[in-house]
């Protein structure tokens, strides 16, 4: 929609600032008050706030907050060590568990009215994807050296010319396949919900779509993890 319905918008008009009415704004001001910028400084907030608020001090023996986080936080350092090892898991849990936790309260985030997921916007994908994908090579050839090459050109020397060019493409189509599966399908999600609201009001209409559009954000959420995974841990195996 041109105009979002968003409550950051109110506060903006109150504030004096911009209210973009795209979505990236026309002035550099608007840019930086843009919705998918502007919700995604409320998803840090809360990633930073929140945890410091439920947990308090950590105890040798935890309460139920401090369960709660435990197991978020050891059950993704666990899988993560399952597919990588506990080495590697150590190295990449950083990042890989910032992008699960802001992906997943930005997705969900979009199902309250009022709020937008920031990774509806496909500069936020983008930039997430740039990130793992520099990775995976910064990785690949921290790992092998030059030759990293080796996972591109095949098992035989026969097979460069046919072989390169198609591992190329196809690890460029990474950049595209995960930032747009992401995107799309949250937008998907938000697009839907905002014409459910509009034609069946705020309550039962959009009900069933608001359950689906938990169990999409869960989804894909465990999606670009996994990819982010699969591809970081491909780069640091040797070519076969």
Same mark, same amino acid.
């Given at each position: 929609? =041109?105009?979002?319905?968003?409550?950051?918008?109110?506060?903006? &008009?109150?504030?004096?600032?911009?209210?973009?009415?795209?979505?990236?704004?026309?002035?550099?001001? /608007?840019?930086?008050?843009?919705?998918?910028?502007?919700?995604? @400084?409320?998803?840090?907030?809360?990633l930073i706030i929140m945890p410091?608020?439920?947990?308090?001090?950590? =105890?040798?023996? %935890?309460?139920?907050? &401090?369960?709660? @986080?435990?197991?978020?936080? $050891? $059950?993704?350092?666990?899988? #993560? /060590?399952? &597919?990588?090892?506990?080495?590697?898991?150590?190295?990449?849990?950083?990042?890989? /568990?910032?992008?699960?936790?802001?992906?997943?309260?930005?997705?969900?985030?979009?199902?309250?009215?009022?709020?937008? *997921?920031?990774?509806?916007?496909?500069?936020?994908?983008?930039?997430?994807?740039?990130?793992? @994908?520099?990775?995976?090579?910064?990785?690949?050839?921290?790992y092998h050296g030059i030759k990293?090459?080796?996972?591109?050109?095949?098992? #035989?020397?026969?097979?460069?010319?046919?072989?390169?060019?198609?591992?190329?493409? *196809?690890?460029?189509?990474?950049?595209?396949?995960?930032?747009?599966?992401?995107?799309?399908?949250?937008?998907?999600?938000?697009?839907?919900?905002?014409?459910?609201? #509009?034609?069946? $009001?705020?309550?039962?209409? %959009?009900?069933?779509?608001?359950?689906?559009?938990?169990?999409? *954000?869960?989804?894909?959420?465990?999606?670009?993890?996994?990819? *982010?995974?699969?591809?970081?841990? $491909?780069?640091? =195996?040797? /070519?076969?």
């Open positions: 929609m =041109e105009h979002p319905i968003l409550f950051i918008s109110v506060i903006l &008009q109150a504030l004096g600032l911009p209210v973009p009415h795209t979505l990236v704004g026309e002035t550099l001001l /608007a840019k930086l008050v843009s919705p998918h910028l502007t919700y995604t @400084w409320l998803v840090m907030a809360f410091k608020l439920t947990l308090g001090k950590l =105890e040798l023996v %935890p309460n139920g907050k &401090q369960n709660f @986080w435990e197991v978020c936080v $050891g $059950g993704l350092e666990t899988y #993560m /060590a399952d &597919q990588m090892g506990p080495q590697r898991a150590a190295m990449m849990f950083p990042m890989i /568990a910032t992008f699960a936790f802001y992906i997943l309260v930005a997705n969900l985030m979009g199902l309250m009215p009022g709020f937008m *997921s920031p990774t509806s916007n496909l500069n936020i994908t983008l930039g997430m994807t740039l990130i793992v @994908w520099v990775t995976h090579h910064i990785l690949g050839l921290k990293y090459i080796n996972h591109f050109t095949g098992p #035989m020397v026969a097979l460069i010319p046919l072989m390169l060019p198609i591992e190329i493409i *196809s690890n460029l189509a990474r950049v595209l396949s995960l930032s747009i599966r992401l995107f799309g399908n949250i937008m998907a999600k938000e697009t839907l919900l905002a014409i459910l609201f #509009m034609l069946y $009001g705020a309550f039962f209409g %959009p009900l069933p779509i608001l359950c689906l559009g938990v169990l999409v *954000s869960v989804v894909q959420t465990m999606v670009f993890v996994l990819l *982010s995974i699969l591809y970081c841990q $491909g780069a640091m =195996e040797h /070519a076969h």
